[in-house]
């Protein structure tokens, strides 16, 4: 892991945020809800997959 994943995080959390704000300032928190539930799953699936890597060094470390 190095610090890139930790950038994208926080530049999908802050786009997120963005347009969140701005749906909802004019009237549209269904879709607000929505942008924010999808960065949610998209930092997630980066996520797994970063702990995915971890799994198989683990497993390749001690021979599994």
């Not at 969140?20 to 928190?29: E, M, N, P």
Request: aromatic share 8%.
């Amino acid at each position: 892991m190095d610090v890139s994943l930790i950038l994208r995080v926080a530049g999908i959390g802050i786009l997120v945020a963005v347009a969140a704000q701005i749906l909802q300032k004019s009237g549209r928190d269904e879709q607000a809800t929505f942008v924010t539930v999808a960065g949610v799953i998209v930092v997630f699936l980066m996520l797994v997959q970063e702990i995915g890597n971890l799994f198989d060094t683990v497993r390749g470390i001690f021979g599994f």
